[in-house]
């Protein structure tokens, strides 16, 4: 869908190899996501931002100044489903997503898009203290 790949876009990043990339579900994606901004570039080349906040609330800004936020939830199967206000008609859609190293990958039946995080990837892996 040409207007998924517009809003989220394809970043200039390589793909990751699907072999070592985690999928992030549930609290492992609240923990990736928290305090980091996941940032792309569109088809068109232009730079964008989108946060995820505590709560269910996410927030997109790009380079040319266009805003929106929305809400995000996890819906059965550990998806992101992201509704905007304006941005994809306020549709939902649900993207599994992934990480490889400093790669986050999202995608659905329609697109594949990859991008980074601003404030770097956090462990995923739950490990005790002693």
Known sequence: ?????AM?????????SVA???RLRGDNFITVMG???????NEEGVRYH????PGGQVTYQDRTGKEDHGTWTIDRSGDVCI?????????Q?????????NT???????????????????????????
């Open 1 to 5: 869908m040409k207007t998924v790949l």
């Open 8 to 16: 989220l876009g394809l970043a200039a990043l390589v793909i990751p």
């Open 20 to 22: 070592s990339a985690e």
């Open 35 to 41: 305090n980091n901004t996941l940032t792309a570039k």
């Open 50 to 53: 989108i946060f995820f906040l």
């Open 83 to 91: 509704t905007w206000s304006s941005l994809m008609a306020g549709k």
């Open 93 to 101: 859609n649900c993207y599994q997503v992934s990480v490889d190293k």
């Open 104 to 130: 986050i990958t999202w995608g659905n039946k329609d697109s594949t898009m990859h991008g980074g995080l601003l404030g770097g990837v956090q462990a995923v892996e739950m490990e005790k203290k002693p």
